[in-house]
């Protein structure tokens, strides 16, 4: 199973960018997809949620500027990111529960993140 997180990129502040988190492999079954973010010389924290059955939470930071959502038939989660402040910068990493077959455990795997730069 693999996860590949894509999107990054430069943004004005202000701007709008959306990414993307693909999982692959042997799947059987996903469960909650979660966004990540580091900031240089900061800790990982949190910033979305979504559960199989679309249920989402986010980070009272990008509240009303986030939208995170996913496509169950392509095994994909998005972060549709819009008015995007300096403080938004930061390596994004998606991360997902996920059994790759009906016996087996439900295991939480990682994507390598991708970068997102907000500068004008």
């Known amino acids: 199973v693999q996860l590949q997180a894509s999107g990054g990129g430069l943004v004005q502040p202000g701007g709008s960018l959306r990414l993307s988190c693909a999982a692959s492999?042997?799947?059987?079954?996903?469960?909650?997809m979660d966004w990540h973010r580091q900031a240089p010389g900061k800790q990982r924290e949190w910033v979305a949620g979504?559960?199989?059955?679309?249920?989402?939470s986010l980070r009272d930071a990008v509240k009303g500027r986030f939208t995170i959502s996913r496509d169950n038939a392509k095994s994909t989660m998005y972060l549709q990111m819009d008015s995007v402040k300096p403080e938004d910068a930061a390596v994004y990493y998606c991360?997902?529960?996920?059994?790759?077959?009906?016996?087996?455990?439900?295991?939480?795997?990682w994507g390598q993140g991708t970068l997102v730069t907000v500068s004008s």
């Open positions: 492999g042997r799947i059987f079954s996903i469960n909650d």
């Open positions: 979504i559960n199989s059955s679309g249920g989402t």
């Open positions: 991360s997902a529960q996920i059994r790759p077959s009906s016996g087996t455990a439900w295991r939480n795997y």
